[in-house]
T-cell receptor, first 113, second 113 residues
């Protein structure tokens, strides 16, 4: 089975711009979760989508949004980028049911200048 | 709220010696717990999971973890460290019954020749 894929792998944007990141989960998985990883804050949960519905949300501002398509692929959007949004964004795929083990993609490294 | 504490931010061992990475969790019930490893510039790889079936859990690459409810601990061990084990390790708890993972701060494992 192919693993979780994320595109693009690297991205450089300017403050104020918006960005869209994409994640394709493992075939058959219906849940996609997004995480932000920074040196200062570590790994923080952004949100989870299951069967095209947001099932869980972390404590991030509304500039961070996401969606999931009928084929389980997911996109994450960040609007009005700030310097502090520079991070590694990881997506994780799971069946969406117990035991909820998640499989991570390689991440998208976003740099905001 | 559920939380995970990794007691050491950095652990250094010599190749061939045992590895112990410590993790405590706080929860009012028996949680689902995981250990993940992250090699430099890579995504997260699942090492092992605890889901209440057995307190001693075996994972990949010779790693094990023991769930101790009385101590609220889930320490990761390996009998003999290999140079390729050098990486960052995360102790993780599942929050509730959905896909939200709570990460510890991470432990960097250094393996000296």
């Amino acid at each position: 089975k192919a693993g979780v894929t994320q595109t693009p792998r690297y991205l450089i944007k300017t403050r104020g711009q918006q960005v869209t990141l994409s994640c394709s989960p493992i075939s058959g998985h219906r849940s996609v979760s997004w995480y932000q990883q920074t040196p200062g804050q570590g790994l923080q949960f952004l949100f989870e989508y299951f069967s095209e519905t947001q099932r869980n949300k972390g404590n991030f501002p509304g500039r961070f949004s996401g969606r999931q398509f009928s084929n389980s692929r997911s996109e994450m959007n960040v609007s009005t980028l700030e310097l502090g949004d520079s991070a590694l964004y990881l997506c994780a795929s799971s069946s969406g049911t117990s035991p909820y083990e998640q499989y991570f993609g390689p991440g998208t490294r976003l740099t905001v200048t | 709220a559920q939380s995970v504490t990794q007691l050491d931010s950095h652990v250094s061992v010599s190749e061939g010696t045992p590895v112990l990475l410590r993790c405590n969790y706080s929860s009012s019930y028996s949680p689902s717990l995981f250990w993940y490893v992250q090699h430099p510039n890579k995504g997260l790889q699942l090492l092992l999971k605890y889901t209440s079936a057995a307190t001693l859990v075996k994972g990949i690459n010779g790693f094990e973890a023991e769930f101790k409810k009385s101590e609220t601990s889930f320490h990761l061990t390996k009998p003999s460290a290999h140079m390729s084990d050098a990486a960052e390790y995360f102790c993780v708890a599942l929050s509730g019954n959905t896909g939200k993972l709570i990460f510890g701060q991470g432990t960097t494992l250094q393996v000296k020749p």
